[in-house]
């Protein structure tokens, strides 16, 4: 009889927790989701097209010999932009960046299938293929930096070297045109997303910032999501995680520094102000 007790307390306990994890998929995920695949295009200048949305934000800059493609988005936002880049490219040669592993900015490389792939070089092979599926692995794997140039353009191809997003983020600036693809490292008006399993760090994304900043002049920001900005918008991540180390000690202005950022994008206990905190509460604990 105790034994029937518990184990329907235990179904009531699965069902809540099933049906809140629906609601907040419905009300939050969902709507999230459907918003990142909203693809727009942006034409740059004549070599360079920047395609937000789709997955992550990517960009196709090309000269008369080849064509270089950071990241190649998901689903069918990689496929859409997959027929940009052949529109683009025609018979040229292809090669592509992923900024980071997440299967958002990387799923796409499967429709690669003869080009060079650049990523990071700390991933592990398994889960990067459990990330994003076969047929996704990048050929080079950058453990510093590499210059590329693309027709007058100088490519700087840089390895974080530490944990910040994830254990391996890449960033590619274009020198002419000092712009900066930063990867998730940098959203614009987002709350980040941070895994342990990714090995994010708070103190690598302060560190992400300095490098940003003291390494190249960037003019402007192409951000990991949301739309294309200046360099505010690494000062503006850089201030987010400041005053999330605040409100990680002072229990007084956590509310007033959270609300700060209610405009902010974000799912609540995985991509918000208030997950920030906790990740960085836990990783002080380690
Ligand atoms: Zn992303």
Redesign the pocket.
């Known amino acids: 009889m105790k034994f029937k007790k518990i184990l329907i307390r235990l179904l009531i306990l699965a069902g809540v927790v099933v049906l809140t994890c629906g609601v907040l998929y419905a009300i939050y995920v969902r709507p999230f989701i459907r918003e ?1 695949m909203v693809m727009k295009t942006i034409h740059y200048d004549n070599q360079l097209t920047i395609v937000t949305g789709g ?2 934000n990517s960009g196709i800059l090309a000269s008369d010999s080849l064509v270089l493609v950071v990241d190649t988005k998901m689903d069918e936002g990689a496929t859409a932009f997959y027929d940009t880049v052949r529109q683009i490219a025609g018979i040229k040669p292809v090669i592509v960046v992923n900024t ?1 592993i ?1 299967g ?2 990387s799923k796409g490389n499967k429709l690669y299938k003869n080009s060079t792939i650049i990523a990071g070089a700390k991933y592990d092979k398994a889960q990067w293929l459990s990330e994003n599926g076969e047929g996704t692995l990048p050929t080079q794997w950058v453990t510093d930096s590499l210059v590329l140039k693309v027709g007058d353009e100088t490519v700087t191809i840089l390895n974080l070297g530490f944990s910040a997003h994830t254990q391996s983020d890449v960033l590619v600036y274009l020198q002419n045109r000092q712009v900066l693809f930063t ?2 490292v940098v ?1 614009n008006k987002a709350a980040p ?1 941070m895994f342990k399993r990714y090995l994010s760090s708070s103190k690598g994304y302060l560190a992400a910032f300095d490098t940003m900043e003291h390494r190249f002049n960037v003019k402007t920001v192409v951000p ?2 949301g739309a294309v900005g200046g360099r505010e918008l690494i000062d503006d991540y850089r201030t987010f995680f400041e005053d999330m180390y605040v409100a990680s000690v002072d229990g007084d202005k956590k509310p007033q520094l959270l609300t700060k950022y209610n405009t902010w994008k974000q799912i609540p206990f995985m991509m918000s102000p208030d997950a920030t905190v906790s990740y960085i509460k836990r990783e002080k604990k380690k």
């Open positions: 990142m997955g992550g980071h997440h958002d900015h990867g998730d959203l997303a990991g999501h």
